[in-house]
């Protein structure tokens, strides 16, 4: 359930920094709990589940990077949501009475870190 929770969290984009930490928190344990091989005496065996041991760590190494770029990208991200929701609105209106315009969203006053606005003149 943690793992259908959080892939359908961030392939909707809603709340998707909590549904890659629910990846990796599937992720992580599992590889740990379910393929320890170095418990296996079995060469063919020990192969086997060092490949899923090392699947699962770095799926849930990329979960963790998807964590950090939601967090740090959220704010963008949803303002381009928005942006993408009025342009088709504005598709819509126009499909059904002709021509029309709807303004897009401005973006708010911050801007990432490092990155200038320019200087209105």
Do not use: N
């Not at 793992?3 to 990846?23: F, N």
């Not at 609105?89 to 002709?98: E, I, Q």
Request: hydrophobic share 50%; net charge positive.
């Amino acid at each position: 359930m943690l793992l259908l929770a959080g892939g359908l969290s961030v392939a909707l984009g809603i709340w998707a920094d909590l549904g890659a930490l629910l990846i990796a928190v599937f992720c992580l344990p599992t590889a740990v709990l379910m393929h320890g091989f170095w418990k296996e005496t079995d060469p063919g065996t020990r192969q086997t589940e060092q490949v899923m041991f090392l699947k699962d760590v770095a799926l849930g190494g990329a979960a963790l990077a998807l964590l950090a770029f939601f967090s740090y990208a959220g704010h963008d991200l949803d303002h381009h949501r928005a942006a993408l929701r009025h342009l088709l609105t504005a598709l819509r209106l126009k499909r059904s009475s002709g021509p029309a315009r709807v303004p897009l969203p401005q973006p708010s006053g911050s801007t990432a870190p490092g990155v200038r606005r320019a200087a209105a003149g």
